[in-house]
């Protein structure tokens, strides 16, 4: 009985020391493999239709100083309505970036702009800056208008050309309206296919376009 009872007291320690040494193994475990959190599914969306607002309350500033107040501050266009040019740079480049999303899902894409200060003549010209973009934008279903992402404030700022950059790239038809519509159509496209969405660089400001296609520059 003796003998049958320190078998069993073995057993029971080397349970115990297994159980021990599996519960160290485990918080010992290198970070890689311990468990992770689920990441987010990437977005299967396809344009179906697309809604843009510039506001009007929104201060238009036609003055030619290096950093004029104004919400709108745009001059790749000629003298006209302001808003209805950002209205249409926004429409180009929801057509293009969502054009190239290729998902399952019909979506609207509707954006309201908050800010459109790109560099005044005077900016261009000599130093250079940052072409300001800011707008929300959200996604919905185009039946029943329930909202599949969004609203989201984004900013999505653009380095702006200066002095004999800025001719050097316009030699090369590469104007604020080509780069910017450009950057934006891939924003918009981020926001269609990546689960994050866009996502700015270190710094907040974008320093390079991408071309999502090779059409002749704006």
């Given at each position: ?11 029971l ?5 297994a ?9 010992n ?7 992770t ?22 201060k ?36 293009l ?44 279903d ?12 984004i ?24 780069r910017i ?38």
């Amino acid at each position: 009985m003796k003998h049958v009872r320190l078998i069993a007291a073995m057993v029971l320690g080397m349970s115990a020391a297994a159980c021990s040494s599996v519960d160290t193994a485990t918080r010992n475990a290198p970070y890689e493999n311990a468990p992770t959190q689920a990441v987010a599914p990437a977005p299967s969306f396809q344009l179906a239709g697309m809604s843009v607002s510039v506001p009007t309350t929104l201060k238009v500033s036609e003055s030619n100083r290096y950093y004029p107040g104004g919400d709108i501050v745009w001059r790749g266009d000629a003298y006209g309505n302001r808003y209805e040019q950002v209205k249409a740079i926004f429409e180009d480049s929801i057509a293009l970036g969502g054009g190239l999303a290729e998902g399952e899902i019909p979506v609207n894409v509707f954006i309201e702009v908050t800010r459109f200060h790109a560099l005044t003549e005077k900016t261009r010209y000599s130093v250079g800056g940052v072409h300001s973009l800011e707008f929300t934008m959200t996604i919905t279903d185009p039946l029943t208008g329930v909202v599949l992402r969004g609203p989201k404030e984004i900013k999505a700022s653009l380095v702006g050309y200066g002095g004999e950059k800025a001719l050097q790239a316009e030699a090369r038809g590469l104007t604020q309206k080509y780069r910017i519509t450009q950057h934006l159509a891939r924003v918009v496209l981020d926001e269609m296919t990546k689960s994050k969405g866009f996502v700015a660089p270190k710094g907040g400001v974008t320093a390079s376009v991408m071309p999502l296609t090779s059409v002749r520059p704006l």
